[in-house]
């Protein structure tokens, strides 16, 4: 069984994007008095940005635990994805410069009951999406074109050159 | 895609500051003022209760305070000499000082009008390049192929303030509508009614047509090739080996990732679309931003100018995030060689 968990040094810097958009947009709010149409836009970003802070402290409560079994999210929103209950997995990539570098992964499973959803951040991301990707490959669950980029990308080409010979 | 839109949010919100606080100083680089200007005037014709006047002016809009001052009460975020917030966050768009009156009341529905036609454009530019473009590179080399490629050329090739007088000619020769303008003259300066909305739809096709055709040339180069590169690829020859029919094949891959530069061009449309139409504006006597813009900087009127400047700035940078979380949702796919992921 492997543990793997957010490290703070990861989340510091979310934590700091929270904290920053808060008092960027919370700021005026509280300080000014703006029109309408600044107050909804701006009510609306404060919003979104405290959402995003707390999902961080979630982050940080939250251990995602690999076994035989399958993978199970333990925390705050604990859920699990058995293997044999492994219905999709995703690969997705993000980065917010124009020539996409420096972004970061997305590997989402799942399951009949729930999903749960990874960032590359996490420690030993290699290692889950592999075993996951595995998984997925074995039991013939079907790769999107975009999935099978991102893994090769991770270093994961083996698996995606079998899924590539199985038909459809 | 949640971190992304709150990390691309982020990179939004110093981006309009950092503009916000150019456009101000670029406005203010000149030496003097539509004030101090108007003083000079007075000046060499010797009236001096004009002058004071001006001097009230100056000192109830805080024109010889730090320049940071000065933009922090434009933008909102510090009170004005009356000890009120009256900046752009409050909806105040500053004073006027060629008009003599706040910007807002002279801008009207100017902003209001020149988004619609900006809107309008870009989805006309879509409407007409999207099918030429996708035909184009299914029937590539054909009569088809060649003869709307030579179309949207000649949309190119054309500059805008010509193809607008020759629109207007032809709309009020064989349509019989009223040159020039976005809405009948009876409609002007009045509120907002059904007849009014219909006469601005009878009146915006022009202007959309003329600043629409420049940017559908590119469009359809862009996505006849893109369309073309993927149509060659392996994935499609062998959906084809496989009998997949032509319609699925088309629209399962290929032109989802032909669409990319559709996308990401909504930003980059956008500023062009809206600058574009100055000159366009002035030749069909349009009520939009672009004449007033450029009037207001000839004239120094600081506050005009600046106001709608950041307008352009904002639609600019909301059109950006909005092509970029679009394109992300579209393609999440990561470029060979850029493997650095945290």
Not at chain 2, 10 to 37: C, E, H
Request: glycine share 10%; with cysteine; charged share 15%.
């Amino acid at each position: 069984m492997t543990d793997h968990r957010y490290p703070i040094g990861a989340l510091v810097p979310d934590y700091s994007r929270a904290g920053i958009g808060l008092a960027v947009t919370g700021g005026p709010l509280l300080l000014t008095n703006p029109a309408p149409a600044v107050l909804y836009a701006l009510s609306a970003m404060a919003l979104l940005f405290a959402v995003f802070g707390a999902r961080t402290a979630i982050r940080q409560l939250t251990r995602i635990e690999m076994s035989e079994r399958g993978v199970w999210q333990r925390g705050p929103l604990g859920t699990a994805v058995p293997w044999e209950g492994l219905t999709a997995v995703t690969v997705r990539y993000f980065s917010t410069r124009r020539d996409r570098k420096n972004g970061w992964m997305q590997l989402r499973l799942k399951g009949r009951r729930g999903s749960i959803l990874v960032d590359s951040t996490i420690e030993q991301f290699d290692l889950l999406a592999s075993r996951v990707v595995r998984e997925a490959v074995t039991r013939g669950i079907g790769l999107d074109e975009t999935t099978r980029v991102n893994l090769v990308a991770l270093g994961l080409d083996d698996a995606v050159r079998v899924f590539a010979t199985e038909p459809g | 895609m949640f971190a992304y839109l709150i990390r691309r949010m982020l990179i939004m919100i110093p981006t309009l500051a950092v503009i916000s606080l150019i456009t101000f100083v670029i406005i203010k680089l000149p030496p003097g003022d539509y004030l101090s200007n108007q003083l000079v005037e007075l000046q060499s014709q010797g009236e001096s209760a004009a002058m004071e006047k001006i001097q009230f002016l100056r000192d109830l809009h805080g024109l010889d305070d730090p320049l940071l001052q000065q933009y922090a009460v434009w933008v909102g975020l510090w009170p004005d000499p009356g000890g009120s917030f009256n900046g752009l966050l409050q909806g105040e768009l500053g004073y006027s000082f060629e008009y003599g009156r706040p910007a807002s009341e002279i801008v009207g529905d100017r902003l209001l009008l020149s988004f619609l036609v900006a809107f309008c454009t870009i989805v006309f530019t879509w409407l007409v390049s999207f099918p030429i473009g996708v035909y184009s590179a299914t029937h590539q080399y054909s009569w088809g192929d060649h003869s709307l490629t030579f179309i949207g050329f000649l949309g190119l090739a054309t500059p805008n303030f010509l193809f607008a007088l020759v629109l207007l000619y032809l709309a009020n020769v064989v349509f019989g509508t009223s040159v020039g303008g976005l809405m009948d003259p009876e409609y002007i300066d009045k509120p907002w009614t059904l007849d009014k909305i219909g006469s601005v739809f009878e009146h915006i096709w022009i202007p959309v047509i003329v600043i629409g055709t420049s940017g559908t040339a590119g469009l359809i180069r862009r996505l006849r090739a893109n369309l073309l590169d993927e149509l060659q690829k392996q994935y499609v020859v062998t959906g084809r080996a496989k009998g997949l029919p032509p319609f699925r094949l088309l629209t399962k891959y290929p032109l989802r990732m032909a669409l990319n530069p559709f996308i990401s061009d909504i930003g980059n449309l956008l500023p062009q679309v809206v600058s574009g139409a100055a000159i366009v504006s002035v030749v069909l006597s349009l009520p939009t931003t672009g004449p007033m813009l450029l009037q207001a900087l000839r004239s120094q009127d600081q506050y005009l100018a600046g106001s709608f400047l950041m307008f352009l700035a904002f639609l600019t940078v909301v059109g950006m995030f909005l092509s970029d979380v679009a394109l992300s949702a579209l393609d999440p796919r990561i470029r060979l060689g850029g493997r650095s992921l945290r």
